[in-house]
């Protein structure tokens, strides 16, 4: 049997780490709620959710491709070299892109001209994550380098919101603290990649294999562009037929529920990610025994947030004020939506990409294309009636058909 305890180590390691990571923001967002006010706060939660949306085109599911690829050919100087700048032009190139649309649809859609200072701050973090090398230390199985250099980021910049934001008027002063997180993380990481001589020598731009390697990754893209549907475009379509107080309720709960989802998620994913993709070509039998095994595990995790978010609800109400009046109710329907985050997780990014093959990669794409549709149908039914509630329900039934997929051609696996 293969030995996991690296994994299992790594695992702790970045739970302690994630701690921070996501304790942290969970300690800033509520001081922001409060002091913002809903409708300030809502501004922050529109333009996240917009800044998440482009960051995804400037991934374009490198975080899986080039991981992959990376953890395969590492013992390869030449072959890694490639995938390194390949990756990192192609990036570049989509950040331009991104910039070009990301302006077009704040300065095209009136609706939107109360978010635009704001959304234009946040563009920042959009251009940090094209030089997060994420997925370059992931797959050489130091995530610990990503995630010391995120928490030292948020340990020095995010204490600064209590210094500095202290009323509605300093949202501004906000959005540019949080988005410089994201920047002193950027330049961190490109720090060790310099210092510790991490960079395998300079390539020249080579057209074909930066085609090739957005090629291998546009199905990727794709299924992420379906899934930031209820992940982060929930907001923007909220923030388009509700006011912004509205946008700000949906956003605090929408964020506490996910930091303590990733919290558990993300750690197991990428400490396990490079190792089920290696074992899928080594020893097939054993990744998929370790698949049930994270599975159980993860499950018997997200069932705990479940009874924590659903039965405190009223206590966060009660703290964040009158203004935030009603998120009792969205965090009750948010509060199971943890249960089906562990399921659709782990059968999509453990199961079907990192064990499947090409068919497994285009089932992985076509669950969210399914799921671009239910959202769609579901939130523009829902959030003109019901508002932020709507969206609630709209992300819960989302999360539902895609756990359920997921499983369904996970199955096939195992």
């Known amino acids: 049997m293969t030995d996991s305890r690296r994994e299992i180590k790594d695992v702790l390691y970045l739970v302690a780490l994630q701690g921070v990571n996501y304790v942290m923001p969970l300690v800033v967002l509520p001081y922001l709620m409060v002091v913002l006010g809903s409708d300030r706060f ?14 995804l085109i400037v991934d374009f599911g490198f975080n899986f491709t080039a991981t992959k690829e990376v953890a395969l050919y590492k013992d390869d100087p030449v072959r890694l070299r490639q995938v390194f700048w390949d990756t990192l032009y192609a ?56 995630s010391i250099a995120n928490v030292a980021a948020k340990l020095l910049i995010l204490p600064l919101v209590f210094w500095l934001v202290k009323g509605p008027d300093d949202h501004l002063l906000a959005a540019l603290i949080q988005s410089g997180v994201y920047v002193f993380s950027s330049l961190i ?21 930066i085609r090739a390697c957005t090629r291998s990754s546009f199905p990727i893209f794709l ?4 899934s930031s549907l209820y992940v982060a475009l929930f907001a ?15 956003t ?32 097939r039998a054993e990744a998929k025994r370790l698949l049930k095994r994270i599975a159980a595990g993860v499950g018997a995790v997200m069932l705990g947030v479940f009874g924590v978010l659903f039965f405190f609800s009223d206590v966060v109400m009660q703290l964040l004020g009158k203004d935030y009046e ?33 068919c497994d990669k285009r089932h992985y794409q076509h669950v969210y294309f399914v799921a671009a549709a239910v959202a769609l149908v579901t939130i523009l039914a829902l959030v003109p009636q019901y508002g932020a509630a709507g969206a609630a329900w709209a992300l819960l039934v989302t999360e539902v058909v895609v756990a359920c997929l997921m499983g369904w051609y996970g199955s096939k696996l195992v």
């Open 252 to 283: 605090a709960a929408e964020k506490i529920m996910r930091s303590a989802c990733y919290l558990v998620f993300t750690p197991v994913a990428q400490a396990f990610y490079p190792k089920m993709s290696v074992l899928a070509r080594t020893d």
């Open 189 to 209: 990481v490109c720090g060790l990649l310099v210092a510790w001589r991490m960079v395998p020598g300079v390539e020249r731009p080579d057209r074909g294999r």
């Open 91 to 146: 990036k570049l190139g989509l950040l331009v892109v991104s910039f070009v649309l990301y302006a077009a649809v704040l300065l095209a859609v009136p609706r939107f001209a109360v978010y635009r200072h704001t959304a234009f701050i946040f563009f920042l973090m959009v251009v940090a994550n094209a030089f997060s090398f994420v997925w370059y230390f992931l797959g050489l199985g130091k995530i610990r380098f990503i």
């Open 223 to 226: 299924s992420q562009v379906a």
């Open 42 to 55: 809502g501004l922050i939660g529109f333009s996240t959710g917009l800044a998440q949306l482009f960051m």
């Open 236 to 250: 923007v379509i909220l923030g388009y037929f509700a006011l912004p107080a509205e946008v700000g309720k949906y």
């Open 326 to 358: 009603g998120i009792e109710t969205i965090f009750r329907i948010l509060a199971i939506v943890p249960l089906f985050v562990a399921l659709g997780g782990v059968c999509g990014q453990l199961g079907l990409l990192a064990l499947g093959d090409e």
